[in-house]
């Protein structure tokens, strides 16, 4: 499934925040020196303040040069106070900062005060204890509607609607790039519940207070302490608790969670080990957002409440325990986590449900469309998504990655290298070096290769077929057939998935011919006459694809280099105005030329635009019928029909994509609609509907109520050979052998 809600939480939120504000601290002070603190913490919510006190271990062995864990950095305006005798912190000035402080800057808008202190310790000393209060109030950001990718960014937050406080917030003393293990003990106001990490020891309601405590002896990158008035719901789930907050009492949504929390860590406990963690958590956060963080995760409302985020965005967050929020990140060298989990949770997910071709062409269609030589960049570049074209990258190409590797070594091996990987790097910063060692160590083999041609090098493979000869051979057929690598640059070594179509054979004939150079001439030996041959039919390799092999779709005119956006002159005075702010507001990447105009200003439709269409009074609705011809679609003055469903001119807003008459490589869109009051949604949806040819919307929000891709009519990947003279033509491709899911498991959640 790929509904815009879920496509959302995947791709707009499930960064670990730890991620994008942690990536540019400079790894200064080893990764394996831990931190403990205990901390005890006293929210005012009504005043944003908080109080804390904090003790403080230092690791065992400090290395006498490692002077960056002598320095900390709090929030600004906190003042802390030594409890330790002999123990002096002393202010630095502000150019001795982290970087990260310009970081938070770009990433939340709003500068992050942050303050550096020198830590004086007596000889030998390890352990202080420290004490700070003050405010804390960082607003977030309103979406940037030019980038519809980013995610909103909050650094944290003390109100009386909840408290956010992370890493980021720079709420506890952070040395450098250090782990933490850590107690906190909470005391919130009377209605309010509180999350962290770990397993709560204490849950008590004394003095009107709440009190509250955590405890992570786990090793983690941050301290977090997210929550507000809550409603809490609880049921154990094998050796773990599943808990559910939400902000208003809704037991049946409470439960729904909770039994779908007890399925996915059966699920991912099966396929790759035991949960890391005591507890999961689903918090319903109070903006709109979708964060998963180690041992808990926190939406917004309304995605909650999205019918299928049980069965997609959540199994995601689960699943991220084990990747990112379990074995951690080292972003220095690429992120990996998000790739991997995207295979293992979203992908797994559509092979269950048999739709997983569909969802790896999907995944090629947003590469192809989005990345080009001049937005391209390695595995090892990607740290988190901040357009398309980075998540057709960090997602798609390495949930790819990880698909090849499966073929490559085989299922089981590929589950055991992914056991072992998470065994040997859990509660520690790991990277594709790490993945590497894994697989080498599972399968005996070298994997170097394999790695640095997906995870360092930028780029696809793309594909050619050509030349193919069917000869008899005695009871047998030879085919021979060209392949070429038509890529820039050196040759891929590729497994290439072939099938070939027999005559009088249900099933085709399957095989996969290995290419080490840019050429390849290959030979098979077939057991009748073959009549077509279909290059990986099953979207099996990481590749750019043939705009042929693409139904046309929204990706291809978001991903366009230069796009015309046309008005339509004859509408009412109130819908051009809408359509003109839809247009002037539409999401656009930063190496694309928009152009915007009245239909009346231009003759002809240009071929070397993408070009959207807007309204049903567009001068040139009739190219857009024409253009429809090849997918028997019923367009008139009243409205469209689409797979059955109605969408009416009067009614409804309706989106259909279509190939330029002209200019097969360029595509157009048409997006028509009466009801003005539709459009801003339109604009700020459409961008999560990229990979679909055609949409139908109802009423003001507005709400999808159909949405498909047109079939692809003649892929260049497919090759129909001479038939013999006596044979019937056939038309569909014989079938390809079912496979199996990775995992199957008796799979109760509704869907
Ligand atoms: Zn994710």
Request: proline content about 7%; glycine content about 6%.
């Amino acid at each position: 499934m790929a509904d815009k809600a879920s496509c959302m939480a995947r791709c707009l939120w499930s960064i670990p925040l730890s991620l994008l504000f942690g990536l540019l601290l400079p790894l200064l002070v080893s990764a394996h020196q831990i931190i403990r603190h205990e901390l005890h913490v006293v929210l005012q919510s009504d005043h944003h303040t908080l109080q804390v006190t904090d003790s403080i271990t230092l690791p065992e062995t400090l290395p006498p040069s490692d002077a960056e864990l002598r320095y900390f950095t709090l929030h600004g305006g906190l003042s802390p106070l030594s409890l330790t005798s002999g123990v002096q912190f002393v202010r630095q000035p502000p150019a001795t900062l982290p970087v990260s402080g310009d970081s938070h800057a770009s990433a939340t808008g709003s500068r992050l005060p942050l303050e550096r202190y020198a830590v004086i310790l007596p000889a030998g000393a390890r352990t202080f204890a420290l004490q700070y209060q003050g405010a804390i109030q960082h607003t977030s950001l309103p979406q940037d509607p030019q980038d519809a990718w980013s995610m909103p960014a909050i650094a944290g937050m003390l109100a009386t609607e909840g408290v956010y406080l992370s890493g980021a917030t720079y709420w506890y003393p952070r040395f450098h790039d250090e782990m933490v293990t850590f107690t906190v003990d909470v005391q919130l106001p009377l209605t309010w519940e509180v999350i962290s990490q770990g397993e709560r020891t204490r849950h008590e309601r004394v003095n009107n207070a709440t009190h509250v405590r955590w405890e992570s002896p786990a090793v983690q990158e941050d301290v977090y302490l997210v929550g507000g008035p809550l409603i809490e719901y609880r049921q154990p789930a094998g050796s773990v608790l599943a808990m559910v907050f939400l902000r208003t009492p809704d037991v049946p949504l409470a439960q729904k969670y909770l039994d779908a929390t007890a399925q996915y860590l059966r699920l991912y406990n099966t396929l790759l080990g035991p949960y890391p963690y005591p507890k999961f958590a689903l918090v319903e956060n109070s903006w709109e957002s979708g964060y998963g963080m180690p041992s808990f995760t926190l939406l917004g409302s309304k995605v909650i409440r999205l019918p299928f985020i049980v069965s997609s965005s959540y199994p995601h967050e689960i699943l991220h325990n084990w990747w990112g929020n379990g074995v951690f990140v080292d972003v220095h060298q690429g992120n990996w986590c998000e790739g991997l989990t995207a295979y293992l949770a979203d992908h797994l997910l559509q092979e269950q449900r048999g739709s997983a071709v569909t969802y790896r062409r999907a995944t090629l269609q947003r590469y192809t469309d989005y990345v080009s030589t001049h937005n391209e960049i390695p595995l090892t570049a990607f740290q988190a998504r901040h357009s398309a074209a980075t998540a057709a990258i960090g997602y798609g190409k390495a949930l790819m990655f990880f698909h090849m590797l499966r073929q490559q070594v085989g299922d089981n091996a590929f589950i055991t290298a992914l056991q072992t990987f998470y065994r040997d790097n859990l509660f520690q910063r790991a990277d594709f070096d790490a993945l590497s060692h894994a697989f080498a160590s599972v399968t005996g083999k070298d994997m170097a290769e394999v790695f640095q041609q997906w995870v360092t090098r930028s780029g696809a493979p793309e594909l050619r077929i050509s030349a193919a000869l069917v000869q008899p051979d005695g009871q047998s057929y030879r085919l021979n057939a060209v392949l070429d690598q038509v890529q820039p640059g050196p040759a891929y070594r590729l497994q290439v998935p072939l099938a070939i179509s027999l005559q009088g054979q249900e099933q085709a004939s399957q095989t996969t011919v290995t290419m080490a150079e840019k050429h390849l001439n290959f030979t098979l030996r077939l057991p009748a006459q073959p009549w077509r041959v279909d290059v990986d039919p099953e979207f099996d390799l990481f590749r750019r694809l043939h705009r042929e092999e693409i139904p046309p779709a929204l990706t291809q005119l978001f991903g366009a280099d230069k796009v015309l956006l046309l008005l339509p002159t004859d509408a009412n005075a109130e819908l051009k105005q809408g359509y003109r702010q839809l247009a002037q507001a539409w999401p656009q990447t930063s190496s694309q030329v928009l152009d915007i105009r009245w239909d009346q200003e231009i003759e002809a439709l240009p071929t070397d635009h993408a070009v959207w269409l807007f309204g049903w009074e567009n001068r040139f609705l009739l190219e857009v019928v024409t253009a429809l011809a090849p997918y028997s679609v019923e367009l008139t003055q009243a409205g469209v029909r689409l797979e059955g469903t109605p969408v009416t001119r009067a009614q409804h807003a309706v989106v259909l994509t279509a190939r330029h008459p002209k200019n097969p490589q360029q595509t157009l869109a048409w997006v028509a609609t009466q009801n003005v009051a539709a459009l801003p949604g339109l604009g700020r949806k459409l961008p999560h509907y990229g990979t679909y040819s055609f949409l139908g919307f109802a009423g003001d929000e507005p709400v999808n109520i159909v949405k498909g891709q047109w079939s692809v009519l003649a892929s260049p990947m497919s090759l129909l050979l001479a038939p013999a003279a006596d044979s019937p033509p056939q038309e569909a491709a014989a079938q390809l052998a079912p496979r199996r899911p990775l995992i199957s498991l008796p799979y109760d959640v509704q869907h």
